[in-house]
């Protein structure tokens, strides 16, 4: 039987946010990270839904919306998230919440606080829209793998948890699909009573 039949297809957004790159002054590397890394780290057959926007509240926001409405059960966006007059992203994205998610911002700055001290600067924001749930990456490609996979020693054993661990728990609790982490990439956490028994 194929992999597409035994796990559930799920359509995430990617949005990466900045005046640069969406005029073509730069290379995007946010969109190419969140689908290298998404690939890797789910068995599940995905479908993206990629933009690359301009830092302005109401076209973030619309954009949010829009994902949201299309579909997607995750929506991951990258940038804006700092304290320059030009980063809007979590205004935009608490602007659109129907729930607030707190504890993924607060563990995306501890775990970039294990690297730069300006990590208390940081100011994303999870929250929940309808059954999708929307989270606030940093901005360079290395940090975004970091706080999704969290930190390993050079053994591989985990010594902070990254957010992912906990995103499909949160999607099976707001009615999305079942998502399937691999467990050598980022190794989701659900109780007992909520893991599925695989069918083969």
Same mark, same amino acid.
């Not at 990258?78 to 979590?90: I, K, M, Y």
């Given at each position: 039987?194929?992999? /597409?039949?035994?796990?559930?297809? =799920? ?5 990466? #946010?900045?005046? *640069? ?13 969140? @689908? $290298?890394?998404?690939? +890797? ?9 990629? *933009?690359?926007? !301009? $830092?302005?509240?109401?076209? #973030? ?16 966006? %990258?940038?804006? &998230?700092?304290?320059?007059? +030009? $980063?809007? %992203?979590?205004?935009?994205?608490? /602007? ?19 690297? =730069? ?5 940081? *100011? @994303? ?5 309808? @059954? ?7 901005? @360079?490609?290395?940090?975004? /793998?970091? &706080? ?33 982490? *691999? ?7 659900? !109780? ?7 069918? /083969?």
């Amino acid at each position: 039987m194929s992999e /597409a039949v035994l796990h559930d297809a =799920v359509k995430i957004g990617i949005v990466s #946010i900045s005046d *640069r790159a969406s005029t073509g002054v730069y290379e995007d590397k946010g969109l190419p990270a969140l @689908q $290298d890394w998404l690939t +890797r780290a789910l068995h599940n057959p995905i479908t993206f839904e990629p *933009r690359l926007i !301009p $830092d302005e509240q109401a076209g #973030i926001s619309a954009t949010l919306i829009e994902l949201v409405d299309a579909g997607c059960s995750l929506v991951l966006t %990258t940038g804006g &998230t700092g304290p320059a007059l +030009r $980063d809007v %992203t979590p205004e935009a994205t608490l /602007a659109v919440a129907h729930k607030e998610m707190p504890g993924f911002g607060e563990q995306m700055r501890q775990i970039s606080l294990k690297f =730069v001290p300006t990590a208390i600067l940081s *100011r @994303q924001v999870a929250v929940v829209r309808g @059954q999708s749930l929307i989270i606030n990456l940093p901005g @360079q490609p290395k940090a975004i /793998a970091e &706080t999704l996979e969290g930190l390993k020693d050079a053994d591989g054993k985990q010594i902070v948890p990254g957010i992912f661990a906990a995103v499909p728990y949160c999607i099976d609790l707001i009615g999305g699909p079942y998502l399937e982490t *691999r467990d050598e990439v980022c190794k989701a956490f659900r !109780p007992k009573n909520a893991i599925r028994v695989p069918t /083969a």
